[in-house]
């Protein structure tokens, strides 16, 4: 069955520092999403893509995130300077299409920021 | 804006035995979807039920069954039958129909007591 996958499963950074998070969507998939989940709080929406721009975006999305799909079968989230507070796991989506109501979730990548 | 609250941050049952875990959620819109999501340790978020606003009729897939009561904006799930595989984290979520961010609630985790 296919899956959604990430990489890494872990991160280590330094305060400062660029970050890419890297997600494969399934592959007739359309829309693509990244949440994330500060430990001991909600999982968070962060922003949707599709057709190569972002569709929607929550007041979390900053300037300091982007995202991309640099081919066709990633889809990166960059955070240029992370901070203490962006330690949290990330949780990369897919869908069908717009109308597809089930969003297929990733196994998240833990990003731990020192 | 939408939120979802589930209160009970853990539950327990023994196995074979029934478990209701409970969410309720705050909008204003009259169309939207709800869903369960089941997170295993270390393994990603799996869709377990989703439920249509417009639908009267409870949602059921083989041993899960939602409660949906529209009016009250409660939205519990049930497990019959409990098994240990149906030990995680379960996520409660909101989706507004035109809107493709999901709203999650805070979880629960549940213990499957053999």
């Known amino acids: 069955e296919p899956e959604v996958t990430q990489t890494p499963s872990h991160q280590v950074t330094q305060m400062g520092q660029e970050v890419i998070l890297r997600c494969v969507p399934i592959s007739n998939h359309l829309y693509f999403y990244w949440y994330r989940q500060i430990l001991g709080q909600k999982v968070e929406f962060l922003v949707s893509f599709y057709n190569n721009e972002i569709s929607e975006k929550s007041e979390i999305f900053d300037d300091q995130f982007s995202v991309e799909r640099p081919d066709g079968s990633n889809f990166t989230l960059k955070i240029r300077s992370t901070k203490l507070e962006d330690s949290a796991m990330y949780f990369c989506?897919?869908?069908?299409?717009?109308?597809?109501?089930?969003?297929?979730f990733g196994p998240g990548t833990r990003l731990t920021v020192t | 804006a939408q939120t979802v609250t589930q209160s009970q941050p853990e539950m327990s049952v023994q196995e074979a035995e029934t478990v209701t875990l409970s969410c309720t959620y705050d909008t204003s819109e009259s169309d939207y979807y709800l869903f369960w999501y089941k997170q295993p340790p270390s393994r990603q978020m799996i869709l377990v039920i989703r439920q249509e606003a417009y639908k009267q009729q409870n949602a059921t897939e083989n041993r899960f069954s939602v409660n949906f009561q529209k009016a009250a904006k409660s939205f519990s799930l049930k497990i019959s039958d409990s098994q240990l595989g149906d030990a995680a984290m379960y996520f409660c979520a909101y989706r507004s129909l035109g809107a493709q961010k999901l709203v999650f609630g805070q979880g629960t985790r549940l213990t499957i007591n053999p």
């Open positions: 989506a897919s869908s069908e299409s717009r109308q597809g109501v089930e969003q297929y």
